[in-house]
């Protein structure tokens, strides 16, 4: 089973900015979608980001022209760069990858970094 693992939340003045890391255990393999989800305070868990095995992304509007997704295969991390941080971009910032391998379906997550940006 793939292990994610993220760092580099904190808290932020608005204005700021903040990269996360997302670091897998091992090769992400087959087809897959790999990004990361936010939840806010008293809010539902929502996908902002992904990025796809061959490379191509996608963002929310909400977060699109303030937040790069990128990648390092050769260290197995996905990388989220975050400029502009609002405080309504507050809250526990997931990263997850569902895919399949072969017949083999799969869905991770790791276990959450917090963010705050203060106004």
């Known amino acids: 089973q793939v292990q994610l693992v993220e760092s580099g939340g904190g808290s932020v003045d608005a204005g700021g900015s903040l990269r996360l890391s997302c670091t897998a255990s091992?090769?992400?393999?087959?087809?897959?979608?790999i990004g990361w989800y936010r939840q806010g305070p008293g809010k539902q868990r929502e996908r902002f980001t992904y990025?796809?095995?061959?490379?191509?992304?996608w963002y929310a509007p909400s977060v699109k022209g303030r937040f790069t997704i990128s990648r390092d295969n050769a260290k197995n991390t996905l990388y989220l760069q975050m400029n502009a941080l609002k405080p309504e971009d507050t809250g526990v910032y997931y990263c997850h990858v569902e895919g399949a391998y072969g017949s083999e379906e799969y869905d991770y997550w790791g276990q959450g970094t917090q963010v705050t940006v203060s106004s």
């Open positions: 091992e090769t992400i393999r087959g087809v897959y979608i």
């Open positions: 990025m796809t095995g061959e490379g191509d992304s």
